[in-house]
């Protein structure tokens, strides 16, 4: 690697020697992980259960912090940073295996939630928020709740969910594992489309590789280590 100015210069997220442990550092969930990325790349993470490849991806959306190690976002070092939730309301949008929704809420309310309380408008919010549904295919089920839908429909929910932020960076965790290998593959394709349209940086976590074949580029991940590094093209 080059040194850290050359690092920070061109690329978008920069990871550095990043460690993350447990048991008072017996357990090394992540070893020692150097990694950058470029605006608006598409990465694949891909690993055995266990390989730490969740816990990194928790790590790139600040929602849990290394045991040493930077991570730089953009120009900022969230491993400092002391307002992380507003650096992920501005930067992140999440899609995990489970989508989260709120069962009481209907569809066009549960994709407002990211936005609440940041001072965006009701009416930008409401717009957004419809405006996105459409985009993935649900303009007609805004007053739905969510147990009236399927597991398809529920992630393309999570997903306009993820994007209601305009964030820069959307991090995927096993985003089909709950779906059938049909359904799987129409919510791969709406977070392509949505990468390859809005220059987002897309990262998915998989255990599957044929999902990480999608990616441009793919990191394989074993004992908190990356053991490779490759290009899909």
């Not at 930067?91 to 709120?102: A, D, M, T």
Request: hydrophobic residues 35%.
């Amino acid at each position: 690697m080059n040194n850290d100015d050359t690092i920070n210069n061109n690329s978008f997220i920069n990871i550095k020697n990043l460690i993350k442990s447990y048991d008072d550092g017996k357990i090394k969930a992540l070893n020692g992980i150097d990694l950058e990325i470029n605006k608006g790349d598409f990465i694949s993470i891909i690993g055995p259960s266990g390989s730490g490849k969740s816990t990194l991806l928790n790590m790139l959306g600040a929602l849990d912090i290394p045991s040493s190690g930077t991570i730089k976002i953009d120009g900022v070092e969230i491993t400092k940073s002391k307002d992380l939730s507003q650096f992920r309301s501005k930067k992140i949008g999440f899609v995990f295996q489970l989508h989260n929704l709120i069962p009481n809420l209907t569809v066009f309310e549960n994709v407002q939630i990211p936005l609440i309380g940041t001072g965006v408008s009701e009416d930008e919010i409401e717009k957004r928020a419809k405006n996105l549904l459409e985009s993935v295919g649900l303009g007609d089920k805004l007053e739905q709740m969510p147990t009236k839908l399927s597991g398809g429909q529920r992630q393309r929910v999570a997903i306009a969910r993820a994007l209601v932020n305009n964030p820069s960076i959307i991090l995927a965790d096993e985003p089909t594992g709950s779906l059938d290998s049909k359904t799987g593959d129409i919510i791969l394709n709406v977070l392509e489309k949505i990468h390859e349209e809005n220059n987002v940086t897309l990262i998915i976590v998989t255990h599957e590789q044929y999902v990480a074949n999608m990616a441009d580029r793919t990191i394989k991940i074993r004992d908190g280590k990356i053991m490779e590094d490759c290009s899909n093209n």
